[in-house]
């Protein structure tokens, strides 16, 4: 059985901003997924420019999100910015990518075996509310839905930890942008059923009460996984 914990304000905070953004979406998020799952395609080649109108118009936001997403992207590396041109794609490493994945995946295993413990039954329900989410994008073949829903799973999942600079560690630029490319680069139809799946064995271990290391564990195959994925993506770009 999951058993209800500690309760602050923190968590509290952490798990509303979770909710919000699987129920209501983000525009900046938005137009920031937009970007990362495209650009890891190859649709945009390295000092393309990324022009706002066009954005805003992709994403179905206004120039507002779209000027705050490209200011979160150029601090997470993903593209760059000069007065005489604007913003650009900028060229990805892959190997930098890789490890700011791995990094990202040892960090967050560490905030999952904290958080179980303390995870209540309304998290659970949290993260089959994600995981829907995900099956929607899926047969949609809505990218930026999919990475949305799955960055929400993983918030969820981590939202009790008790560490504050663990969870602060997982937010930071170039961590943060590398948890979104593992979930832009899994809508693929060689990854994307497998990730739904090993989302629903989380959820299992859950219930079932598991050991807080076991499913700490798990969380770091899927991860591991993912960045396998994203290892074929790169090969083939």
């Given at each position: 059985?999951?058993?209800t914990?500690?309760?602050?304000?923190?968590?509290?905070?952490?798990?509303?901003?979770?909710?919000?953004?699987?129920?209501?979406?983000?525009?900046?998020?938005?137009?920031?997924?937009?970007?990362?799952?495209?650009?890891?395609?190859?649709?945009?080649?390295?000092?393309?420019?990324?022009?706002?109108a066009?954005?805003?118009?992709?994403?179905?936001?206004?120039?507002?999100?779209?000027?705050?997403?490209?200011?979160?992207?150029?601090?997470?590396?993903i593209?760059?910015?000069?007065?005489?041109?604007?913003f650009?794609?900028?060229?990805?490493?892959?190997?930098?990518?890789?490890?700011?994945?791995?990094?990202?995946?040892?960090?967050?295993?560490?905030a999952?075996?904290?958080?179980?413990?303390?995870?209540?039954?309304?998290?659970?329900?949290?993260?089959?509310?994600?995981?829907?989410?995900?099956?929607?994008?899926?047969?949609?073949?809505?990218?930026?839905?999919?990475?949305?829903?799955?960055l929400?799973?993983?918030?969820?999942?981590?939202?009790?930890c008790?560490?504050?600079?663990?969870r602060?560690?997982?937010?930071?630029?170039?961590?943060?942008?590398?948890?979104?490319?593992?979930?832009?680069?899994?809508?693929?139809?060689?990854?994307?059923?497998?990730?739904?799946a090993?989302?629903?064995?989380?959820?299992?271990?859950?219930?079932?009460?598991?050991?807080?290391?076991?499913?700490?564990?798990?969380?770091?195959?899927?991860?591991?996984?993912?960045?396998?994925?994203?290892?074929?993506?790169?090969?083939?770009s």
């Amino acid at each position: 059985m999951v058993t209800t914990g500690r309760s602050g304000r923190t968590r509290d905070s952490t798990e509303r901003e979770a909710h919000r953004v699987v129920a209501t979406g983000d525009k900046t998020e938005r137009v920031y997924e937009h970007v990362v799952a495209r650009h890891l395609r190859g649709e945009y080649a390295p000092g393309d420019k990324l022009v706002i109108a066009r954005l805003a118009e992709a994403t179905g936001v206004s120039a507002v999100p779209v000027r705050e997403a490209l200011r979160r992207l150029e601090a997470d590396g993903i593209v760059e910015y000069t007065h005489q041109r604007g913003f650009r794609a900028r060229s990805l490493d892959p190997d930098e990518v890789v490890e700011a994945l791995e990094a990202h995946g040892a960090i967050e295993a560490v905030a999952v075996a904290l958080a179980v413990p303390r995870l209540g039954p309304e998290v659970v329900v949290g993260l089959r509310e994600a995981n829907a989410l995900m099956r929607t994008a899926v047969a949609d073949g809505d990218e930026a839905g999919f990475a949305e829903a799955s960055l929400a799973f993983h918030r969820r999942l981590i939202s009790a930890c008790p560490n504050r600079y663990i969870r602060q560690a997982l937010e930071q630029p170039g961590l943060r942008g590398a948890a979104l490319r593992a979930a832009a680069v899994v809508l693929t139809p060689e990854r994307s059923e497998r990730v739904l799946a090993e989302h629903d064995e989380v959820i299992a271990a859950l219930e079932a009460g598991a050991d807080p290391e076991a499913i700490a564990r798990m969380v770091s195959r899927h991860r591991a996984a993912n960045v396998a994925a994203y290892r074929l993506v790169a090969v083939r770009s």
